[in-house]
Structure formats: structure tokens, C-alpha cells
């Protein structure tokens, strides 16, 4: 079992801290081996909703449709269909690491606040057809 996947196993679907200083291209490879779709949104930068909606829209490379609202990323999240899938037959999930992410908290709370929950709603529709969907919320260097 890798390393990621066994922190995978111990925090289960939905939103974590995760103190780590592994780096990105380590995790992602990680990822890739055990089936799960790996994506890094970088909060480095984050100090509102607009910017939090425009990393996330890069990061997850959100289709031109994308809205900028929360219920256009609540609904895309729940869908991301233009992802590559996990491969057949796998136990392979949908993995979020929030790279930064303190800066967007200390920034805009409340915006922050609205984020968490957006993506816990998103692991549970993930969940309500048996994919797992991880988000680890690291806080930078």
C-alpha cells in the first residue's frame, strides 16, 4: 500500500487536514498508481470568491459553461465528466489537495467557510454512487 493511500484509508471521503510537505508530482503519482483522478487547486493567491472560483475553474479545467457562482461549482463538482476516469474495475476515486490553504482562510473566511461546504456536498454525491471524493486541505509553507 502506497503512503497516500494509506492516509486515503484512514480519512475516508470528504474535506481533511492533511499536514504534509510532500511534494505535488510525488502525491499525483501516488495517485495515478492506485486509480484516482488527482487535482491541485493552488490557494496561494486566493483572497475572494472570484479568485477561489477562477483557481478552481483552472484547476479542474471546468468546461466553458462554468458560471462562476457556488451553484455552478457545486455542480460541476458533482459531475466532472470531463476528467479522465478511473480506470476500469478500480477502487479509484476523485482526490482534491488544496495546496495553501490558509491564505484563503485568513483572507475571506466566510468565503472559505462557503468552500468547505460546497465540497463536502460534492463528496457526498460522490458517495451516493460509490466514488470516493477526498479533499486534504494543506496549509503551505
Same mark, same amino acid.
Given at each position: 500500500?502506497?503512503?497516500?493511500?494509506?492516509?486515503?484509508?484512514?480519512?475516508?471521503?470528504?474535506?481533511?487536514?492533511?499536514?504534509?510537505?510532500?511534494?505535488?508530482?510525488?502525491?499525483?503519482?501516488?495517485?495515478?498508481?492506485?486509480?484516482?483522478?488527482?487535482?491541485?487547486?493552488?490557494?496561494?493567491?486566493?483572497?475572494?470568491?472570484?479568485?477561489? #472560483? %477562477?483557481?478552481? /475553474?483552472?484547476?479542474?479545467?471546468?468546461?466553458?459553461?462554468? &458560471?462562476?457562482?457556488?451553484?455552478? =461549482?457545486?455542480?460541476?463538482?458533482?459531475?466532472?465528466?470531463?476528467?479522465?476516469?478511473?480506470?476500469?474495475?478500480?477502487?479509484?476515486?476523485?482526490?482534491?489537495?488544496?495546496?495553501?490553504?490558509?491564505?484563503?482562510?485568513?483572507?475571506?473566511?466566510?468565503?472559505?467557510?462557503?468552500? #468547505? %461546504?460546497?465540497? /463536502?456536498?460534492?463528496?457526498?454525491?460522490?458517495?451516493?454512487? &460509490?466514488?470516493?471524493?477526498?479533499? =486534504?486541505?494543506?496549509?503551505?509553507?
Amino acid at each position: 500500500m502506497t503512503a497516500l493511500a494509506h492516509v486515503l484509508g484512514e480519512v475516508g471521503p470528504g474535506v481533511h487536514i492533511w499536514n504534509s510537505d510532500r511534494p505535488a508530482a510525488e502525491i499525483r503519482a501516488e495517485a495515478e498508481e492506485i486509480a484516482w483522478r488527482c487535482v491541485f487547486v493552488d490557494c496561494s493567491h486566493v483572497h475572494d470568491k472570484p479568485q477561489f #472560483l %477562477e483557481e478552481c /475553474e483552472r484547476s479542474y479545467h471546468f468546461p466553458a459553461y462554468f &458560471g462562476h457562482n457556488w451553484d455552478a =461549482l457545486a455542480d460541476c463538482l458533482a459531475d466532472l465528466q470531463w476528467l479522465p476516469p478511473p480506470a476500469p474495475g478500480s477502487n479509484g476515486g476523485i482526490l482534491t489537495i488544496v495546496e495553501n490553504s490558509t491564505v484563503f482562510a485568513f483572507a475571506d473566511l466566510d468565503t472559505y467557510s462557503i468552500a #468547505l %461546504e460546497v465540497w /463536502e456536498e460534492a463528496a457526498e454525491a460522490w458517495r451516493r454512487i &460509490g466514488v470516493p471524493f477526498t479533499v =486534504l486541505l494543506r496549509s503551505g509553507q
